[in-house]
């Protein structure tokens, strides 16, 4: 049992925090809390364990009022908060365990609470993976220097090559600019290798896009004077 699971173990009911973003566990997610209804659970949570739900629901494009059972969100800990004199909090949860919606609770709380079962990535162990992670890394870290070039940035990037495949594919997963569904379909996946091969094909087809946006960036920065002729046709 991992230690995820550890940390809910007991805990069949959560309060549950619909909204228009995909948590994946062990990625940090900072939130507001501004509604009464979600200041009156965050009270509640952190008198108990800290722990609640986060499901993606786009109220906007959805016909339901509600996440529908059988979706899948992710557990989210407050590990840190910020309160206002007015009541609103910016607080810092992480995600910790997917969970799947087995049915709707009525405890008389102003805000939605589910019942749930956990799951994990299940058991791989092959040469596979740890080839597909090491695309992955690679690939990712490309983009992110050429983002880094094109946002001026200077800072070092941190190093994640020996990063474990399952932790691997949620950070890359949650880091790229993709619909917020094609996350949600990430973060149901059980198998680590399909997630990393759909991450692999999304990045590769990304990356030559982004460096020549980076390499057109540090040409403009010289002026044009790179010692090249541009033709223009």
């Given amino acids: 049992m991992s230690e995820a699971s550890d940390m809910v173990s007991g805990v ?33 949570v952190q008198a108990r364990d800290s722990l609640f739900g986060l499901s993606y629901f786009d109220s906007s494009t959805s016909t339901n009022e509600m996440p529908p059972v059988g979706s899948i969100g992710c557990v989210a800990r407050v590990t840190d908060t910020q309160g206002f004199p007015d009541g609103r909090s910016n607080i810092l949860t992480v995600g910790l365990i997917r969970y ?4 709707y609770v009525d405890r008389g709380d102003p805000y939605l609470v589910v019942r749930v079962s ?9 040469e596979a993976l740890e080839e597909s992670s090491r695309e992955v890394a690679e690939t990712f870290s490309r983009i992110a220097r050429a983002v880094r070039t094109i946002n001026d940035e200077r800072a070092n990037l941190p190093d994640i090559a020996d990063t474990e495949p399952e932790r691997l594919s949620f950070l890359v997963a949650a880091a790229m600019e993709v619909e917020p569904d094609v996350k949600q379909e990430m973060l149901e996946l059980r198998s680590t290798s399909e997630r990393l091969r759909r991450l692999r094909d999304i990045l590769a087809r990304a990356v030559s896009g982004y460096e020549e946006r980076a390499r057109v960036h540090e040409l403009a920065k010289k002026n044009g004077h790179s010692g090249k002729k541009i033709e223009i046709e």
């Fill in 100 to 103: 799947r919606i087995e049915e």
């Fill in 12 to 44: 069949s009911e959560l309060p549950l925090f619909p909204l228009a973003v995909v948590l994946f566990p062990g990625v940090p997610l900072p939130l507001h809390i501004f509604e009464p209804r979600y200041r009156q659970m965050l009270r509640d």
């Fill in 118 to 126: 956990y799951f994990e990535d299940e058991d791989e162990k092959d």
